[in-house]
């Protein structure tokens, strides 16, 4: 991966629109194959980050490379990349296999070339039966995917997707979700997509990009920012986390987080001593009665909500420092004797110490 | 009856609901009987072999019809209105449909008042185009002819085929145009083959209006027409000589032509709103 050129680079890139700054002096390198995901809040930038890379808009500052070719003042067609656009944009008075024969066509390609070539990206996303439908008589699912066909069978270096799973319904998304990382694993083409969904990011990406106000703000695998986010916004955006603000301070030989709101934990290895913001995936939390004899610190509250959301339950506990969320996974084999989740329980909230972070704000 | 209550029901109503229903029922029907009444009569007459018209009607014949394409008058009369229809059409077509791009698309200082401007003709009177145009063509030392009936016709026809392709026009999808440039597609391309498929129904429908427009206009025809004559200058002329079999299917015929005509662009731009729909849904 080291010594090979990036399917995309972005150098100190910036777009203005008029006063507004979209993108700040981003810089981003995505290398062949990879399904990079850009991953933000509506106005974050990812959009127009997009847009730059498709050429459908002019960047205001920087430089862009596709597979190591300044690319930056090209026009869209001339930049080995193909979309697929938020509403599929298909042509409605053309037939699915006219539809995705067109890019094709225009590039002159001889007709029995486009013919096998319109075939195979039909088959690959597997609309092989229904290449004479016209787009209208189709499901959106199915519109996704002949859009999908569309872009691929230009067979580009990169393929943007600007929230291809938007419109669909989240039974449809989950198995689009599966369906794109095929096509994905299938074709090998670079992929970047934007999304406002983290667990599409998650789910589908080797590597997100998490964008804030025109910056990138963290770039990792999805364990990475999910595991270790870099600051308050990547992990408040990526998975549902607990905020502890408080102080570390050195007790009797341990490092201990000293709580705002009172109470006190261990802090995680190697926390700087000082004022910090403590986070902890729900996940992490164990609930333990408060009769039972604790060997560690933990915090005491009570249950003030329980959710039961069909694999996990939801419970928020009212602590000295705060709401607390903690998820009961079902179905595990570490079922404990008697599960506590009753309204108004009394109870004691541990983590194991290292399973927390301090971050940044 | 009680479940089938609806707001409607139980809000006031006046006590002489019932009588208004019926007597604005009655009017209507009138006005439906005044409107249509004659153009039936018109058509009974043409197959009424008695040439004075009148009732009863005394039999079924097609003579009128024979008689009329047999009459080298209407021929030359039917030739000079089909070649400014078409002629009017083509020319209009192509006008309106240019002028409907910028109109929608903006790229013209004062779209306000371009739209304006090229819509007008439709609200000015007849009498005033045919009068203008006539002084106009009179102060340019331009002969009177097809020529000049053409240019009177696609002043009023234009307009038409602004609005119809603007409104199409205004509908487009252009992320479909992204699309298309994205795919390889030069501007010129994606016009031939992604706006100009999309937007034909409207406008062969302009074309259509157009030709119905032009086939039976009189008034500025009237203004600036030089010897020959079209079908409803043909139609007057004989009309001082009382109303003959022959102009009545004659007129059937108009009427049936031009109705064909109205029903294939309907057809057409009905065709086109469907498409639109779907992709919404």
């Known amino acids: ?361 | 009856m009680a479940n089938r209550a609806s707001a409607l029901d139980t809000m006031p109503v006046s006590p002489l609901a019932q009588q208004t229903r019926g007597c604005l029922s009655v009017v209507a029907g009138a006005t439906l009987v005044f409107l249509y009444l004659p153009i039936v009569f018109l058509v009974l007459f043409s197959i009424e072999p008695a040439d004075t018209p009148g009732f009863p009607i005394t039999g079924i014949t097609l003579h009128w019809y024979e008689k009329m394409l047999a009459d080298s008058a209407i021929h030359s009369a039917l030739f000079n209105s089909v070649v400014v229809a078409v002629v009017v059409a083509l020319i209009a077509t192509t006008i309106g449909t240019m002028a409907a791009f910028p109109l929608v698309r903006g790229g013209i200082r004062f779209p306000g008042a371009a739209r304006i401007l090229f819509t007008l003709p439709i609200m000015i009177p007849g009498v005033l185009i045919g009068l203008g145009l006539l002084v106009f063509i009179t102060l340019l030392g331009i002969k009177l002819g097809l020529h000049t009936v053409i240019a009177g016709h696609l002043v009023f026809t234009t307009p038409f085929v602004v609005l119809i392709v603007a409104a199409r026009l205004q509908g487009f999808d252009r992320r479909l145009e992204w699309a298309a440039a994205d795919l390889g597609a030069s501007n010129r391309q994606t016009l031939r083959h992604i706006v100009l498929p999309l937007i034909a129904p409207a406008i062969i429908a302009g074309a259509l209006l157009s030709v119905t427009l032009s086939i039976d206009e009189f008034v500025v025809t009237f203004f600036t027409i030089g010897p020959q004559l079209t079908l409803p200058l043909y139609i007057i002329t004989q009309i001082k000589f009382g109303v003959t079999p022959e102009v009545n299917a004659l007129a059937t015929v108009i009427l049936v032509v031009t109705l064909t005509v109205f029903g294939v662009g309907s057809v057409l731009l009905g065709t086109g709103r469907r498409f639109r729909r779907k992709d919404a849904a």
């Not at chain 1, 150098?11 to 981003?28: C, E, I, N, P, Q």
């Not at chain 1, 024969?101 to 088959?123: H, I, K, N, Q």
């Open chain 1, 1 to 361: 991966m080291a010594d090979s050129t990036p399917a995309i680079e972005l150098r100190h890139t910036t777009k203005r629109f008029g006063d507004t700054v979209a993108l700040d002096d981003v810089s981003m390198v995505i290398e062949p194959g990879e399904f990079f995901c850009l991953l933000g809040p509506s106005g974050c930038g990812k959009t127009t980050t997009l847009n730059l890379i498709g050429g459908f808009i002019p960047m205001s500052s920087g430089e862009l490379l596709i597979e190591g070719r300044t690319v930056t003042d090209l026009p869209p067609h001339k930049r080995n990349v193909n979309t697929v656009f938020q509403n599929y944009a298909l042509f409605p008075h053309m037939t699915v296999a006219q539809n995705v024969a067109f890019g094709l066509r225009m590039e002159r390609l001889p007709s029995a070339e486009v013919t096998r070539r319109t075939g195979e990206y039909l088959d690959l996303v597997g609309l092989a039966g229904l290449s004479r439908r016209l787009p209208s008589e189709m499901s959106g699912g199915q519109q996704q995917r002949v859009a999908l066909a569309r872009a691929l069978a230009k067979r580009p270096a990169v393929l943007l997707l600007d929230e291809p799973l938007g419109a669909l319904d989240l039974k449809l998304r989950k198995a689009m979700q599966t369906e794109l990382s095929r096509i994905h694993r299938q074709v090998g083409t670079t992929f970047v997509f934007v999304t406002h969904d983290q667990d599409e990011a998650l789910s589908m990406a080797t590597r997100i990009a998490i964008m804030s106000g025109g910056q990138v703000s963290q770039v990792g695998t999805p364990r990475e920012v999910y595991d270790r986010p870099v600051n308050r916004f990547v992990a408040d955006f990526v998975g549902e986390t607990n905020f502890l603000p408080g102080t570390v301070s050195t007790e009797g030989g341990r490092q201990m987080v000293v709580l705002s709101g009172g109470g006190r934990v261990a802090a995680p290895s190697g926390a700087p001593e000082g004022s910090a913001t403590l986070m902890v995936r729900p996940e992490s939390l164990t609930l333990r009665s408060s009769q039972e004899p604790a060997a560690d610190a933990c915090l005491a509250g009570r249950i003030v909500n329980v959710a039961f959301l069909g694999n996990h339950t939801r419970i928020t506990v009212t602590t000295s420092a705060g709401d607390i969320v903690a998820i009961r996974p079902h179905g595990t084999n570490a079922r404990p004797a008697h599960p506590i989740q009753e309204l108004g329980e009394e109870v004691c909230v541990w983590w194991p110490a290292d399973d927390a972070a301090i971050i940044a704000d």
